[in-house]
């Protein structure tokens, strides 16, 4: 039988310590795709992306999975997907997808295609007196400083006019600044799930009362979500918008603003993909890794 390997890390991996708030969606993900990928006789192997070389011996496929660290490692990911990309394995999604993907400048390329995206601000320094520069540019009273290559909010600081941090305050990380949108805290967070570039399904995100963040590391919450057939081609014109064909799978996050559709991020390197609100998710990305893998 062959063997996929789904990449994890140390803080996702069950019995490796201490783990994330939020790795039973860890748990999730391998209990959907497992199953679904033995009725294509295939085998799951749920590794550490960092464990030693040798442990990838015999793969067929590396499935980026839940490598959620690897946002503080990016050189050293993006080296061992080309070190395994090297040695026959296909990694997906690929390297050089990854590698387009990993710097949050890719949407203001997508911008430039035409995709409707949050106005954005790109600085490699934030300081106190450049958070009052976007918030004159943006003309609000409330902006979101994310890190260029961050993943799941990590480090990210919603600013609030009344409430600056001192003068004397700096962000500490390449940025992104972006108006902070009041559809997150009452439609909430959209996202389209797609296995090689077929719509899969849709979630709503929600955040907790007082809290602006939509991943459930600070309690956000999430439900099924039918989309409409403008939302669904909204999605689809990211998908196509791509400068790569659609890859084995994306998520891609909206947010409504003066009813449009406005794309946050376009997820391809190891995104959850919310396989309980998608129960046909597990089916259809083991048929789409058959497809590769047996073809």
């Known amino acids: 039988m062959k063997r996929i390997g789904f990449l994890a890390c140390e803080t996702t991996l069950p019995g490796a310590g201490e783990r994330r708030g939020d ?11 497992a199953p679904a990928l033995r009725d294509h006789d295939l085998e799951l192997d749920v590794i550490d992306w960092e464990a030693p070389i040798s442990a990838f011996a015999g793969l067929e496929m590396v499935v980026l999975g839940t490598a959620w660290n690897y946002q503080d490692k990016s050189k050293t990911f993006l080296a061992r997907l080309d070190e395994l990309e090297a040695r026959g394995i296909t990694v997906c999604n690929a390297p050089d997808t990854v590698r387009w993907n990993i710097t949050k400048s890719y949407l203001r390329e997508l911008s430039e295609n035409g995709a409707a995206t949050i106005p954005t601000l790109w600085r490699e320094i934030v300081t106190y007196k450049g958070a009052l520069e976007a918030m004159e540019v943006f003309e609000t009273d409330r902006i979101v400083v994310k890190r260029q290559i961050g993943a799941g909010a990590e480090g990210q600081e919603l600013l609030v006019r009344s409430a600056l941090p001192d003068a004397g305050w700096s962000f500490g990380h390449p940025a992104m600044l972006q108006p902070y949108l009041p559809a997150i805290a009452s439609e909430g967070e959209l996202s389209f799930i797609f296995i090689d570039g077929e719509l899969s399904h849709g979630v709503r ?4 009362k007082g809290e602006y963040r939509i991943q459930s590391l600070y309690g956000g919450t999430e439900s099924v979500h039918t989309p409409t057939a403008q939302e669904e081609q909204a999605a689809r014109a990211i998908i196509a918008a791509l400068p790569f064909d659609p890859p084995l799978y994306a998520r891609i996050d909206m947010l409504r603003s003066d009813d449009q559709l406005l794309l946050m991020e376009a997820e391809m390197i190891e995104p959850y993909l919310y396989p309980v609100q998608g129960p046909l998710l597990g089916e259809r990305l083991a048929a789409a890794i058959a497809k590769r893998v047996h073809q």
Request: hydrophobic fraction near 60%; proline fraction near 0%; charged fraction near 20%.
């Open 205 to 208: 995100k929600h955040a907790a």
């Open 23 to 33: 790795a039973f969606e860890h748990d999730l993900m391998v209990g959907a795709l």
